[in-house]
Structure formats: C-alpha cells, structure tokens
C-alpha cells in the first residue's frame, strides 16, 4: 500500500480523536464518501488503523453503527518519523472497555460537532489541544488545585481542551478556551464526602481554579469555561442543581444533553450555571 496524502490526514485525525467514527472522518476528510471509506478499510487491513473490540458488543445488541477507529502502533510510528509524536497506541485501542470507549465517543462527538459548525460559520477556528501554544508543555492540561473550604487538594484532567478564535465586532481577535467534560451519567453527582469521585467534586476543582486564577498562573489562559455534555435533559437539571451549590463563578460553566450535537452548538442552546439562563458558546 502507498499512502496518500489523504491517508496522512486520515491517520493524524484519528491519533487527535483518540476514537472516531467512520462517518465522522467523511464528514471531515476532504473527497467522496466513498473514497474515504475505501482508504480507511485499507488502512485497517494495513495495519495503520485499529477497530477496536469493544465495539463488537455494539452490534451484539442489534442495530448497525458506524466503525468506530482508533490508532494502532504502525500508525504511531508513522506519525513519529513524520511529526515527532511518541505513544504506544495498539495495546490500549485493543484493551478498553465498552464503557470507556462509549465515553471516548461521545467525547468526538462534541468536537466533531464544534469543528464542523465553525467550519459552516467561516470565521470561527477551532484549536485542538496540539495546536494550542501555552506556557506550560509538561503535562499542559492537567493540573492541581486546593479547595481551601474543605482543606482537599483535587487534580483536574478535562476531557478535551480546546479554544476559539474569532475576531470580534471591534475587529479584535478573541480566545476562548473550553474544558470539555463528556458525562455519561454513570459518575454520582453529589457525595456525602470529596474523597470519592463525583461531579460536584469536578465543579469545585474548576470553580477554585478560576478563583485562585490557576488558570493564568499555570496554564496561561486568560479566559476559559466549562463545557458539559450529558446523556438527557433530566441528567442536565441534576448538574445544575449541583452548580447552584457553588459560592461563586456559576458563569463559568454551560451545560446541555447530548441532542445539542445535533443542533448549532454556536446558538442559544447552553444552559448557563449562573440562573440556569440560556447561553452560547461564545456569550
């Protein structure tokens, strides 16, 4: 097999993606839906792509969803001689779990569908984590801050980091950065104590990371918010409520169910922490 240069773009999407679904690289990849397909099939059978097992348990449940792919070692080591990116892939991809994976997907989800509205937009641009350039680059999105409250030290690794750019009415270019939390309603919203996981424990993390400006000091971020997509509407009305339990920065965060994808994630669409007021993206 020669790769392409297409196949080039095909294999560094998946490695951004960690997990993606065949659809999503058509609806990305420049050139037939047919064509794609073809070339993915053959990087797979190349050994450039993996699908991994999980989702076999998709199908043993009835209904036809599309492959979802994630990258193997030979893939890797492509990306290694050709932009410097070190990992071990195959092992990983091959050993997850459904629900992991579930949890992966729904995460591309949400930044398939930013990166497709700002390309319909045509003056929004989408940065992922790899091309955003901040001050810290070990460990850049990952970080530790104390609740001084409760006299607890939380780590914070968000699902995705990513930021917007666009350039506003006064003609000045503006970016905002976006911790993504991709929740599945499996993880218990409020506990009794913080040394168990929960959402609330999640929201006061950010919350004291905006207050103690960690965001700036450590990350060189001068504006950011959290953005949460959930399972269904109920499951949003139960975040909110933890939210309203925080003392300060409820705007920071913005929430929705998983039928957002759906819509214009650049309209009214986001209910806010702050009142529970509708929001967008760029509010």
């Not at 679904?21 to 839906?33: D, E, N, T």
């Not at 993915?40 to 076999?56: D, I, M, N, S």
């Not at 790899?130 to 699902?159: C, E, I, M």
């Not at 309203?244 to 913005?254: E, I, M, P, T, V």
Request: proline letters at 2%; one cysteine or more; a positive charge.
């Amino acid at each position: 097999m020669q790769l392409t240069k297409r196949d080039r773009e095909i294999i560094r999407l998946v490695h951004r993606h960690q997990f993606i679904r065949s659809h999503q690289i058509v609806a990305l990849i420049a050139g037939s839906s047919q064509q794609v397909l073809r070339r993915l099939k053959l990087l797979y059978h190349h050994g450039y792509l993996e699908r991994p097992r999980a989702q076999l348990e998709y199908y043993e449940r009835g209904g036809g969803r599309p492959m979802v792919y994630g990258l193997s070692n030979k893939g890797g080591k492509l990306l290694e001689q050709e932009l410097g990116i070190t990992g071990s892939w195959n092992k990983h991809n091959q050993d997850i779990g459904r629900m992991f994976l579930e949890h992966a997907i729904l995460v591309s989800d949400v930044m398939v569908s930013i990166e497709l509205a700002c390309r319909k937009s045509g003056y929004i641009q989408l940065l992922y984590e790899d091309q955003l350039a901040l001050q810290s680059k070990r460990n850049q999105f990952q970080w530790q801050v104390k609740v001084s409250d409760y006299g607890v030290t939380l780590g914070v690794v968000p699902d995705r980091v990513f930021a917007l750019e666009y350039v506003d009415q006064t003609g000045q270019m503006q970016r905002i950065y976006f911790f993504l939390e991709a929740d599945r309603g499996t993880m218990p919203v409020v506990r009794s104590g913080l040394t168990q996981t929960s959402f609330y424990r999640k929201l006061l993390a950010y919350e004291a990371t905006w207050t103690q400006k960690v965001h700036q000091r450590k990350l060189g971020i001068h504006r950011f918010r959290v953005l949460t997509v959930t399972t269904n509407a109920m499951r949003v009305t139960t975040l909110l409520e933890a939210c309203s339990r925080l003392k300060r920065g409820h705007g920071l965060f913005l929430f929705a169910d998983r039928t957002v994808l759906e819509k214009d994630p650049f309209s009214l669409v986001w209910q806010c922490g702050k009142s529970a007021k509708i929001s967008a993206l760029l509010d």
